[in-house]
């Protein structure tokens, strides 16, 4: 069955480096998000990608996030200069079509000390 | 802005106990509504979904009725298992737009 899957699964990082987290979706999907929850908390939209753009974002997403899929295949979330504040699960989900289910991953845990 | 509150955890059940998990929600239209599920080391997977008031959602013994009266979404299941133990997470999508309005979760530990 197909799946997506997200490396690394835990990341430990120094507060104030930069931090890439990667997901490979499901191979014919065309519709591409971000997701975090913070422990204790509620699962958070970050951001969706449509067409090699940014179709939507939420407040959280701002300019120390970026996304891209460089290759076709990949689709990355880089945080830049990361805070303790970062700190959290973040799940990547792809589907075929928006109204379509979405899959996700297993999700990276992002440990910023 | 849209919302979705579920009822705090953890839950102990034990094995072939009746589960109840509340799930509520404001939204400015009428969105769809999901139950995900995640297992221990796995990502977050679809267990039901209602579109409409008064559908019903069912998978794996578990199912959960479209309430618009009550904006309500509560997931049931008669008789669970060990294997239920989980993280439940109620969610909405409002438009077309795919994005999805998660809950906190709510962790389902079942004894034998």
Known sequence: EPEVTQTPSHQVTQMGQEVILRCVPISNHLYFYWYRQILGQKVEFLVSF????????????????????????NFTLKIRSTKLEDSAMYFCASKY???????FGQGTRLTVV | GDSVTQMEGPVTLSEEAFLTINC??????????FWYVQYPGEGLQLLLKAT?????GSNKGF?????????SFHLEKGSVQVSDSAVY???LREGSQGNLIFGKGTKLSVKP
Do not use: H, M, W
């Open chain 2, 24 to 33: 509520t929600y404001t939204a400015t239209g009428y969105p769809s509504l």
């Open chain 2, 89 to 91: 997470f109620c969610a």
């Open chain 1, 97 to 103: 079509i928006p109204t379509g289910e979405a899959f």
């Open chain 2, 63 to 71: 199912e959960a009725t479209y309430r618009k009266e009550t904006t």
């Open chain 1, 50 to 73: 449509y067409n090699n753009e940014i179709s939507e974002k939420s407040e959280i997403f701002d300019d120390q996030f970026s996304v891209e899929r460089p290759d076709g295949s």
């Open chain 2, 52 to 56: 409409k008031a008064d559908d019903k």
